[in-house]
């Protein structure tokens, strides 16, 4: 595992709000998962970066409950009402033209699911080494 990948999961950890992006690509192609950071300003930029590539995206948080789900780049479905004001208030001017998307934090799932696994295998190897040490 790379440090950019170390990184960047640092970064999300950091915002302590993370959940999974899916996004379904209007070419047909196969789905793409994310670990992402969903406060508001990155998930806009996460939708926004995606707004005309992208035919449905769903995010949830870290336990697979829905955040938001997307139609052709819009919202759809956002339970949370005051959270989509929130994330409107930053998407919709990506949306018209009036800025860029910025910098999301984002890692491939593949890359998330192996940061997770090296960190298991971490924790693992301590305690084994705490029950050895003990004996």
């Known amino acids: 595992m790379d440090q950019k990948t170390i990184d960047m999961m640092g970064k999300i950890m950091d915002t302590e709000r993370m959940g999974y992006a899916y996004v379904y690509p209007s070419d047909g192609s196969a789905r793409e998962e994310y670990l992402i950071a969903t406060t508001p300003e990155n998930m806009a930029n996460f939708v926004g970066s995606r707004f005309l590539s992208a035919q449905k995206m769903v995010i949830t948080d870290i336990a697979d409950r829905l955040i938001l789900d997307t139609c052709g780049g819009f919202i759809d479905t956002c339970p949370d009402q005051k959270l989509c004001m929130e994330i409107n208030s930053h998407l919709v001017p990506i949306q018209l033209g009036e800025k860029e998307a910025g910098d999301i ?19 693992a190897m301590a305690e084994y080494g705490m029950e050895c040490g003990m004996g």
């Open 105 to 123: 934090l984002q890692l491939d799932r593949k890359q998330a699911d192996a940061y997770f696994a090296a960190e298991d295998r971490a924790v």
